[in-house]
């Protein structure tokens, strides 16, 4: 009787290590197929967020000089977001580190939005622009320099609002 439970606790103890191998060899291939597919996904570029930033940059001056501060407050958490975003998917690039600079002038402009103060607005967008500029000048972009919008991005778009019975 003892000989056949030992040979059972043995058989058991055998199955269950042969299992347990079985399901880490079985975990350990998924977790490298995941590893393989994270390599292949999609990530956006420095390049691709800076260009939203100049896009957003562009909308919110001519949303702030139509005073529709809805705009300008969609506008300035576009940028945010974006800023965030760089520092959470680029940080193996270097020019991130500089990135802070933005964040009290961008909390400076929302400010103005809050404030609906078309003239603080534009003297925070001026401090604004030069900051890009200057963060691009710490990063040896200065090649890149941006400026106070002259035309609007986009002729589809209205950035004076509209009243409801305009509509």
């Known amino acids: ?46 390049g691709e967020f800076m260009s939203s930033i100049q896009v957003h940059h562009e909308k919110l ?17 576009e ?21 802070p600079m933005l964040l009290p002038v961008l909390d400076s402009v929302n400010e103005a939005i809050k404030k609906q103060d078309k003239n603080l607005f534009n003297k925070n967008f001026v401090i604004l622009t030069n900051t890009c500029n200057e963060c691009h000048k710490a990063v040896d972009y200065d090649f890149n320099r941006v400026k106070i919008p002259e035309t609007p991005p986009f002729s589809n778009q209205v950035f004076k609002i509209v009243s409801d019975s305009a509509k």
Not at 28 to 35: A, F, H, R
Not at 61 to 77: C, M, P, R, T, V
Request: hydrophobic share 40%; charged share 25%.
């Open 79 to 99: 940028i945010m977001e974006a800023v965030d975003d760089i520092q959470h998917y680029a940080t193996e690039r270097p020019e991130v580190k500089e990135l």
């Open 1 to 46: 009787m003892t000989r056949s439970i030992l040979f059972l606790s043995t058989t058991l103890l055998f199955f269950s290590c042969n299992q347990s191998s079985t399901e880490t060899l079985r975990l350990q291939n998924e977790v490298d197929s995941l590893k393989i597919a994270l390599k292949e996904t999609y990530k956006p570029g420095l």
């Open 61 to 77: 001056y001519f949303a702030g000089q139509n005073n529709n501060w809805k705009l300008a407050d969609f506008e300035i958490h």
